[in-house]
């Protein structure tokens, strides 16, 4: 693994558990075990490595999504993608969402890590329309931004209450109840 891609990888963690302006340089460099100036270096400024980190964490997660929910037969996909965010959502160092995290800190929307996070969630969208298409819905993308909003919603609540079996369950109806309403007649 190069440089770059270490000192990438170790401020995604310490941004994803501590937050974007929480996390110093000094901190960033003693999470990637390397010296100011080397990560100076690398990155020409903390936003710049704030940016490479969410381009890392976009290309990372939409792998692992795409991996999980294809897996699920095509009528299955929006209900996969909803126990894909709760299997998320239950593992110990869940934070929440990188990119609503960013957004909240970046409020501005024209920070560039708002806008990152802005594309992240154009692309989910996208990638649920085309689940939706498959799974023969009548309307895929109207039920990919009905299912965008149920998993973002679960995300932010398990996030701020902790998982919780009657929200992730919740989800999977309401996730269920959107494909027994959308489906082609």
Not at 56 to 62: A, I, K, P, V
Request: proline letters at 4%; aromatic letters at 8%.
């Amino acid at each position: 693994m190069s440089t770059t891609d270490t000192i990438t990888e170790s401020a995604l963690r310490l941004f994803y558990r501590q937050g974007y302006h929480a996390s110093g340089v000094e901190q960033l460099s003693q999470e990637a075990g390397v010296t100011k100036k080397t990560l100076y270096r690398h990155f020409p400024s903390k936003e710049h490595l704030v940016e490479a980190a969410l381009q890392h964490r976009d290309s990372e997660f939409m792998a692992k999504l795409r991996t999980a929910v294809d897996a699920a037969s095509e009528t299955q996909r929006p209900l996969a993608y909803i126990n894909f965010l709760a299997a998320w959502a239950q593992e110990p160092d869940f934070h929440g969402c990188a990119f609503i995290n960013a957004a909240a800190e970046y409020s501005d929307q024209n920070d560039p890590p708002h806008t990152l996070a802005r594309r992240h969630k154009q692309q989910v969208l996208a990638y649920l329309e085309s689940i939706c298409t498959l799974a023969k819905f009548s309307q895929p993308l109207l039920a990919a931004r009905q299912l965008l909003l149920i998993g973002e919603g679960l995300i932010v609540t398990c996030q701020v209450n902790g998982p919780c079996e009657e929200v992730i369950d919740s989800a999977r109806a309401m996730a269920l109840m959107l494909a027994a309403r959308s489906l082609e007649p």
